[in-house]
């Protein structure tokens, strides 16, 4: 057998067997866990207020928004909306509080917006996502003023799973939300599932200027003034687009978009783009023979469920702690794996991401960013009837 194998290794052209060197996967890249805090149950999303005041805002899934100043969680939450949501399962359950922006002027004006899963009344519908906007306290910067509220967006969702929930101000100044595909499996509503059609907002990449009453749609958004297609659709085809970011560098806009069973993918999201669901999950067709392949958007990286079960979109790292993280996709899944990825033409490089310190067991909900560009992973630890979450900043090794 050994002979056998060495001839035919000796058979190889020299290219080939480059080839197969250049495949060898690259030992895992190492990044410690600094734990900020482990009292913040269901960290979901963060967000920085950009005004220097090195404080991150995190959401928690159950309905509060909590401050960390300086590396601290202050004790009293900026602005809990719990009264005002959908009952939110103890055990598994994809609605809550999702996603959190400030205005690019917070500074001056003192807005910020908020997704959240609340009840509705109409038929056929299991809650509706709000997308509403708030100020800061006159008196108290730690504190929201809870009846500055406004409805920006409510949008039917017809089941409690593949609600996308995040929120992103582009260097336009608009604001982007991502919306999952409505829900169930297989994106099963309507003729067409909802990914494809382009008379709802589910399973897109939204983009809309708050500034409007409630708000406007900007004039060079792709589909404006295209009959039956809604205008403030960005990008389609999505899935389940759970987390995005805007890289601080280039300004692309990268999202995770979850799975069905057997695809896990990483996009970067342009204009117009067609991202293929429910056509095709990742690379591979699932109901090929409903498109046409050729005008899809690849994604520019897959994986599959060997690997991991949900993909939790992250951040390009532009922080200066770890000097060779610089210019890498970092991102994670559900599981607690995590990876990192560095352009390579099409599809992108991927490597391990060892995050040393990590909890076992660890569920990656989310990633973070603060305003030197420095990242944190938020996690939940199950622990039977008393699971925890942590916000984890992510230092050298
Ligand atoms: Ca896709």
Redesign the pocket.
Known sequence: MKLLRLLALAALLPSQVLHATSNTPAPPQKVKLQLVTDQVLSPVAMAVPGDGSNRQFVCQKEGRVWIIRNGKLQPQPFLDVSAEMVKINPGYDERGLLGIAFHPRFKSNGKFYLYYSVPSSTKGSNHKSLVAEYKVSSANPDLADKDSKRTVMEIEQPESNHNGGDLAFGPDNYLYISLGDGGGAGDRHGATGNGQNMDTWLGKILRIDVNGTPYSVPKDNPFVNKPGIKPEIWAY???NAWRMSFDKGTKRLFAG?V?QNKYE?V?IITKGGN???RI????HGFRESEGDKTK????IH?YDHDQGISITGGYVYRGNAIPALRGQYVFGDYNGKSWTLVPAGAKWTGQELELVGKPANMQILSWGQDEAGELYVLVSIPAGANPKGAVYKLVKA
């Open positions: 085809g999505l899935r978009d799975g993918e996009d991202y293929g669901w095709m999950e990742g690379y899809l958007i690849e994604p897959e």
